[in-house]
């Protein structure tokens, strides 16, 4: 009976709070967003997103709130719109426009844990000046507002200059600041792999580059393990990725194999850390080990590390960026280049990846011991192609952790 009354209390409460009117307390932009802070909790299923043209502008108009003061919406400026403007648009709807002049695939959220908050991400690109990444293609946008009654979802669409960083499937979200680790493998006097000559520290470190750099064009902060020629101990790698709070790390491999087998073994693979019966597997393993092995990390216990991680859920999320990222590095390559192999996504004990506690992935991007996949491998055209697809993998990955957050 206790806990009835409790139930019933709560239950009160909290339609109260939510049938209450919702003071907008402050508005101000932070890491190219606007954020929008509340006196209380909101329901964000009844904010109505949609978008106006001539000029393009997005608009939110959120029920049962006012403004605090008309001081809220004061000196909103931003070089990424044209203008941000908030009115008490009716007595009970307070409204937020930003003019962009163009779309972008702006989506909003309540940060988790903050549940008085509402963000909404500002366009990547400057407006006025020309722009740096000019849209790919032209696409009927559909926003889709949810809301707690299903009959109430709204759909607008609008034939207007959308912006779509990605295949026509899938309209991406901009990366919201989110830092990814990556990681170019071996360096200084571990040269990783070697074949006809050519080293896998000089191609990873390209690779990786290269990969940094579409990561930023998505708005992710990077932060390299190595830019340059230098040799890293395997646990400084991941140490790195937890001292920063990287959402994700990603190590950049190539593969071989002994002489006699150069010309059979080819393809790509994405590697997660896992304990695995496979030989192939345990061999690769192997070799990307030996760095650790010889260096000062032997100490620690390898079973008691492999099997602190094991457990984790960690293993379930880098599972499924590495699937992510290894369909995208597919998807890139085979459109411009034949005979690509599909080394699949597996399981192994890297130890690169022992202790990072986030999703961490090791891409093994092709084999240095084959003598076709070599050329390629070196070539900028191929190497861009790769670096795109593990950077389309990521924000991929990213984006549909975050829909599954909302849902
Ligand atoms: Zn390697």
Request: charged share 30%.
């Amino acid at each position: 009976m206790k806990r009835l009354v409790l139930l019933l209390l709560w239950l009160c409460s909290t339609t109260i709070l939510f049938a209450s009117v919702a003071v907008l307390q402050k508005a101000e932009i932070k890491n190219n967003e606007l954020r929008l802070k509340f006196d209380r909790g909101y329901n964000k299923g009844d904010i109505r997103h949609f978008t106006l043209n001539h000029p393009y502008r997005e608009i939110f108009d959120i029920p049962n709130a006012r403004l605090k003061s008309s001081r809220v919406s004061r000196g909103l400026k931003s070089s990424h719109c044209r203008s941000i403007r908030i009115s008490q648009y009716k007595s009970k709807t307070v409204r937020v426009v930003l003019e962009t002049g163009r779309g972008y695939g702006c989506t909003p959220y309540r940060p988790l844990f903050a549940y008085n908050s509402y963000h909404i991400p500002l366009p990547p690109f400057k407006v006025g000046k020309s722009v740096k990444h000019t849209p790919k293609r032209i696409k009927t946008k559909v926003v889709v507002t949810r809301s707690k009654h299903p009959k109430k979802t709204k759909k607008v669409a609008s034939k207007s200059n959308a912006y779509v960083i990605d295949t026509p499937k899938n309209v991406y979200r901009r990366g919201k600041g989110e830092l990814i680790v990556i990681d170019a493998g071996h360096g200084g006097h571990d040269s990783g792999a070697i074949g006809g000559g050519k080293m896998e520290k000089t191609l990873v470190l390209q690779i990786a580059k290269r990969v940094e750099k579409h990561l930023r064009r998505k708005g992710y902060r990077v932060y390299m393990t190595r830019r340059t020629d230098k040799f890293l101990k395997l646990p400084q790698r991941t140490r790195i990725a937890d001292r920063k709070d990287a959402r994700i790390f990603v190590s950049i491999h190539a593969n071989s194999v002994p002489k006699r087998k150069r010309n059979k073994a080819q393809g790509i693979e994405t590697f997660y850390l896992q304990k695995t019966r496979d030989a192939k597997s345990q061999r690769i393993a192997a070799r990307e080990n030996r760095a650790v092995l010889k260096g000062a990390g032997t100490s620690l216990s390898k079973k008691v590390i492999i099997d602190s991680v094991l457990n984790g859920p960690k293993i379930i999320e880098s599972n499924k960026l590495a699937i992510d990222v290894q369909r995208h590095i597919l998807a890139n390559v085979r459109a411009r280049y034949r005979g690509v192999v599909d080394g699949g996504v597996r399981h192994a004990p890297f130890w690169v990846l022992v202790g990072a506690s986030r999703p961490s992935i090791l891409v093994e991007v092709g084999y240095i011991s084959h003598p076709r996949e070599r050329k390629r491998l070196f070539d900028p055209k191929y190497q861009e192609l790769i670096a795109k697809g593990i950077a389309d993998g990521i924000q991929s990955y990213l984006n549909n952790r975050e829909r599954e957050i909302e849902l």
